[in-house]
């Protein structure tokens, strides 16, 4: 069913989403095997475009491993290659292709949140130069087993699932992604005007000040699928109570019904009814973790429901999610932190956004 669609797929991934050209340092990195035919796509078109691609390929059980056998020293090493990549690369693409969804589910979670806190300089300034206009990167799927297992779909139904939240069934996805792109930024133009967010739900009521923070609409070219309009609040600012019906899936593990407090930014209670002791080690991570870094709400009618995949269940239209850890430079956010936990929340059943005590929002859909 997918292998049909390998070219269009990497068509939007090189000249939409990333928009390689000439010249360009192109790094291609690949999790598990399995994505091999549209990998070979991607780096064919790249050298179509006159640029320099290098494929990396992470096998499976490797991460697994070394969290399970590196020491202290180890887990705080950062190999100077990735350094000289994130600094030189003009474009990153991440292919994910998980053989297993769920290697990382037993890791001890201290050495996680000791790895995290280790490589979050990587991640800073991958942001900080894509903030820039330095860098461009995107992050994608392609469809196999395990990740359809974790959705509780068939592989076909996974497969169909991914070309329908991608619009790759349409005949020029990207003129539709061009299309969403200019919804997205019409409503963020009416946030960027907003000083004062605030969600309510159920067992949630909490505000925010988004005040000399920019929304970011999300159309397609970090993520893909897309489907999301973000920002940092003012990292001291977050005041109230918010509850995460959905699964909360991090690092192969997963935290159910979480529950958090919230004051002058910083999370003062947090409780989950599975996964509480993981929610807890990832919470003290570092001086960053217990503070939010975005919040967003999430676009994506496509997408109806939790796969276990942050990358599609973030986009799913009527929801938002608060990120708990690292903010994001190009929204003005200074929150830093090794950690960057998406938590969704369903809207669909009452929930409402106020901006500036204006109803924008209800019932997961935009009244503006």
């Known amino acids: 069913m997918f292998n049909p669609l390998i070219q269009k797929y990497a068509d939007v991934l090189v000249n939409y989403s990333t928009s390689v050209k000439k010249g360009d340092l192109v790094i291609i990195y690949a999790r598990g095997y399995s ?25 499976d059980g490797i991460a697994e491993t070394f969290i399970k056998y590196a020491n ?12 000289i990549e994130v600094e030189k690369a003009d474009v990153m693409i991440f292919i994910g292709a998980p053989s297993n969804v769920k290697n990382m589910a037993k890791a001890d979670s201290s050495k996680l949140a000791l790895r995290s806190k280790a490589t979050q300089p990587i991640l800073k300034r991958r942001l900080d130069r894509s903030a820039k206009n330095q860098m461009r990167w995107v992050i994608a799927d392609y469809p196999t087993n395990a990740l359809a297992q974790e959705a509780n779909m068939s592989y076909d139904e996974y497969c169909e699932f991914l070309i329908n939240s991608c619009y790759l069934d349409l005949d020029n996805p990207r003129e539709k992604w061009l299309e969403i792109d200019k919804e997205q930024k019409r409503i963020a133009s009416i946030l960027n005007k907003t000083e004062k967010i605030r969600f309510v739900g159920d067992k949630t009521d909490i505000s925010f000040s988004t005040k000399g923070r920019l929304w970011i609409p999300c159309s397609g070219n970090m993520n893909f699928p897309d489907g999301e309009i973000f920002t940092s609040p003012v990292e001291d600012s977050a005041n109230g109570k918010i509850y995460f019906d959905f699964p909360q899936n991090y690092n192969g593990s997963c935290a159910k019904e979480v529950y958090l407090t919230l004051e002058q930014g910083k999370v003062v209670e947090a409780s989950a009814q599975v996964g509480n002791e993981f929610l807890q080690d990832m919470l003290n991570m570092d001086c960053g973790s217990r503070f939010v870094g975005e919040i967003a709400i999430g676009t994506n009618d496509r997408i109806t429901d939790v796969t276990g995949n942050i990358l599609f269940d973030e986009k799913i239209g009527g929801s938002i999610h608060m990120a708990l850890g690292s903010s994001y430079p190009e929204a003005n956010g200074k929150n830093e932190s090794g950690l960057h936990w998406d938590m969704i929340k369903n809207m669909k059943n009452g929930g409402k956004i106020f901006a500036d005590d204006k109803l924008i929002y209800e019932n997961g859909k935009f009244v503006i």
């Open 72 to 83: 202290v020293e180890q887990l705080n090493f950062i190999d100077e290659m990735s350094k």
């Open 35 to 59: 994505a091999q035919p549209l990998v070979k796509e991607i780096y064919k078109l790249c050298l179509i475009n006159g640029a320099n691609p290098i494929v990396k390929v992470n096998m």
